[in-house]
């Protein structure tokens, strides 16, 4: 039998019992203490993080910063002062009401990093609910419906649990705060001083953000002013609507000047004036466009060059398509959803009215499309209709010079009658993926020549230099096309949609996108001397820039009877 260990007197020790009488019950009982206080001390620091951080997170992602949190929420100096002095019941739900609020303040802060990221604006929310589906459509067809379900998913989780997250945070300092009176008390003091001094000195860590906070009041602010704008478009966009001087303008007093002319309005995906100018994308670009410009002068072709505004940035082609060919501003879903049910005369409308056929080549539509109509199309052709055979490229599209192909087979065939078509290019649309070479337009046929084509991996360069080797792709198919398949009666209108995301344009890039004209025929550009476009099809940074909802008003005076002038 084995002894019992002894104390120093002699007497026997109990099992579970150490030498100074406390037994093995304490002990783990102490540390279950111990470990409940520092599990406390750790959600109650991660509780007032969050709330901290929905406090004074800016909403913009240039701001994001890590000394962008060094701020003293006002909004939160009163809360806690409130929080004191209220009685138990109605502090419960006080708290619990704040917390939900903020926790909404910070999903809506989360969207507006989200869109400041790609589209350069704060989420809009009014107008912006629809691009969450054109968000998911794009994750679809870039990455595959797995990225789109996971990403829906997370997106749902996220937008529920931050509320909650938030609420039960702010119950908990609640208790914590109240339990500790005067020590709250006295530190909300002193914090309320330090943050009248720093309002009054206009202390800043970071240039333009304020230690002396007030970004909850002053966001929920703007928001209301939003929201009031939003609601009200629809009686501004009429306003604008009403004074069309061209919507009742008769088919012969229309676009005279082109007659006979095939005229094409092209979009090219993402072709933004950072292309034009940032050094590491500039010199190849560049080189590109002035190499054009030489081939084309030489096969008989001018060209004249400028920018436009763009109405958006980093996304939403549409708004930027729309803007263009109705002459009206569109910058958001809602006023483009609005624009669309008018009868606002476009610039497709206006050609069909004055004799030409009409068409929509989308390479990328795979489903109805109702806004078509608003475009007067006698034709439309989706991905279906265009008949590619080949491999995909970027945003789930074939190449750039297969919808080309396929134009001029479907629309430009000997004896066709004068067309007028709009044609977005998507080879230089996100996510850049890597682009084809040119093959010869005779063995395009029905895009099989490109299952051979090497698709390297993505990873293997840099987003930027993506975006420079897709957009060169695009412009050079754009000028073979022109030697290829052009003559007299060829009038091309290339441009940018919107610039890039921000990941190649950076901080305060701007909105301006080239803009070129080009033909055979020297009286088409002598129609619009007077704007001072630049010569050849890479314009330098003195180049005009227009809004681009101008745009349609001073085409169609440009090339209407110059005895008529709409104003």
Known sequence: MTDLPRRADGDDIPHGTTNNGTTTDDIVAAGGRRFRRVLAGTLTVLAAALVLVALVAPSDVNEFTPRAFLRIPVEGLIAVALLLVLPARPRHVVATTLGALLGLVLVLKVADLGFSLVLDRPFDLIADWTFLGSGAEFLSESYGRAAEVGAVALAVVAALAVPLLVTLSVRRLTRVVVARRVVTARATTAFAAVWVVCAVLGAQIVPGVPVAAGTVATGLYD?????????????????????????????EELLTALRGKDVLFTFVESYGRVALEDPDLAPEVDAVLDEGTRQLRAAGYGSRSAFLTSSTTGGGSWLAHATLMSGVWADNQLRYTNLVRSDRLTLNGAFKRAGWRTSLVMPALTRAWPEADFFSPDQVYGAKELGYRGPLFSFSSPPDQYTLSAFQRLERGPGHAPVMAEIPLLSSHLPWTPVPPLVDWDDIGDGSVYQGTARADRAAEGTREAYRRAVVYSLRTLISYVQRYGDENLVLVFLGDHQPARAVTGEGAGRDVPITVVAKDPAVLDRIAGWGWQDGLNPDPQAPVWPMESFRDRFLNAFGPKSTTHS
């Open 223 to 251: 928001r209301a002013r939003q929201v009031r704008a939003g609601l009200n478009d629809q009686e501004t966009l009429n306003t604008q609507l009403a004074g069309d001087p061209f919507q009742n303008a008769p088919g």
